[in-house]
């Protein structure tokens, strides 16, 4: 049975004071529940040591996440941040692939492949993104592009590096616009993503949690999370906010 995982990318938000309280707060909100599902967090690098004091201390599971890293290992790559410096801050999780990341800073599927292969040589998780743009679904392309993006670092990291990972499935018109995917809509695709798997290796395909993404909010939490390839959930605005992430969490037990 995969563990239901909701993490929250918290994109480039936050100053010092306004990421210690949210952390606080989730850390009390999460503390009083029962809940069995996994939760991650995602600063921005500069807050990533603040926040790694406070769950440290708070030692309750939830996990810290990174939303980017260097694909290389180390040396002249100014402005970038490496795989091992993550590490040491105690990261699990390494977002990679991102839309955002994919669209405005270029990222190609090869790059995303080498940043993929890096966080799994730490000992971190990745979570690779994966997501058709509004036209390509009209134009009825969204398997064949997430398959497309889905295989292209399958070719390069090989399938058995799938079995240790998350994937997200985020299509870009429903992130940050507010318009969801409905859940049968977020099904289709998580289904077709997990049998694609399947066909190659049904091991993988069992163990491998697929993240929908893209304005997920505690009035559609649950009704996604319910879906049967739907394993959680990759939260960006909605995960600003204690209360509403956590009832979001609380929608995956
Ligand atoms: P959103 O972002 O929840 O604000 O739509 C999701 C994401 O980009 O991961």
């Not at 949210?22 to 029962?34: P, Q, Y």
């Not at 190659?200 to 390839?229: C, H, P, T, W």
């Not at 605005?237 to 995956?252: M, N, P, Q, T, Y």
Request: with cysteine.
């Amino acid at each position: 049975m995969r563990e239901k995982l909701v993490v929250g990318n918290w994109k480039m938000h936050g100053n010092r004071d306004q990421v210690n309280r949210l952390v606080e707060e989730i850390i009390a909100g999460a503390a009083e529940t029962e809940s069995k599902v996994e939760i991650g967090i995602c600063p921005t690098y500069i807050h990533l040591e603040q926040a790694a004091k406070l769950l440290i201390a708070a030692n309750i599971g939830i996990s810290l996440g990174a939303q980017n890293v260097c694909f290389a290992e180390q040396g002249a790559f100014t402005g970038e941040v490496a795989a091992a410096m993550l590490a040491e801050l105690g990261v699990t999780f390494v977002i990679v692939g991102h839309s955002e990341r994919r669209e405005i800073f270029g990222e190609t599927n090869e790059l995303i492949a080498a940043k993929f292969k890096v966080v799994q040589a730490h000992n971190m998780v990745p979570i690779l993104c994966i997501g058709e743009s509004l036209e390509q679904r009209e134009q009825g392309a969204t398997e064949q592009v997430v398959i497309s993006q889905l295989d292209a670092v399958i070719g390069d990291v090989g399938l058995p590096s799938l079995h240790d990972a998350v994937i997200a499935y985020e299509p870009i018109w429903a992130i940050g616009t507010g318009k969801t995917a409905t859940p049968e809509q977020a099904q289709e695709v998580h289904w077709t993503i997990r049998d694609h798997l399947a066909r190659q290796d049904a091991a993988v395909a069992a163990a491998v949690r697929i993240l929908y993404g893209g304005s997920v909010k505690s009035s559609n939490a649950r009704e996604l999370f319910n879906q049967a390839d739907i394993d959680g959930g990759l939260v960006g605005g909605a995960s600003l906010e204690a209360e509403e992430f956590l009832s979001i969490c609380k929608s995956a037990d």
